[in-house]
Nanobody
Framework: QVQLVESGGGLVQAGDSLRLSCAAS????????MAWFRQAPGQEREFVAA????????NFADSVKGRFTISRDNAKNMAYLQMNSLKPDDTAAYYC??????????????????WGQGTQVTVSS
């Protein structure tokens, strides 16, 4: 069982940066692919970024490529989403997610078994 807790959300202005953190409990953190999804009001939850358990594979949504980076610290059971050049369209609840995979970086929501409760990011224009 893996429990995920996000933090770091907030209200920022367009062009600002923000770093989200995801703390994971449980064993074998390095065996889990970690990802971030987001959901804006009235919209489907969408993929943002993923990072394989061994840190070798990344995957990003086109909308965030070049602006967001994903990282992890396996010694601390932590995953991060660094968001730069934020836009109002990035406003959403951001969710940390995980599934058992050392090498994967899936963008499919159905692959992810474990989810956090979400943290709100609001970007004002």
């Amino acid at each position: 069982q893996v429990q995920l807790v996000e933090s770091g959300g907030g209200l920022v202005q367009a062009g600002d940066s923000l770093r989200l953190s995801c703390a994971a409990s449980g064993r074998a953190f390095r065996s889990f692919t970690m990802a971030w999804f987001r959901q804006a009001p009235g919209q489907e939850r969408e993929f943002v970024a993923a990072l394989s358990g061994n840190g070798g594979q990344t995957n990003f949504a086109d909308s965030v490529k070049g602006r967001f980076t994903i990282s992890r610290d396996n010694a601390k059971n932590m995953a991060y989403l660094q968001m730069n050049s934020l836009k109002p369209d990035d406003t959403a609840a951001y969710y940390c997610a995980a599934y058992f995979s050392v090498f994967g970086s899936s963008s499919s929501r159905s692959d992810y078994r474990y989810w956090g409760q979400g943290t709100q990011v609001t970007v004002s224009s």
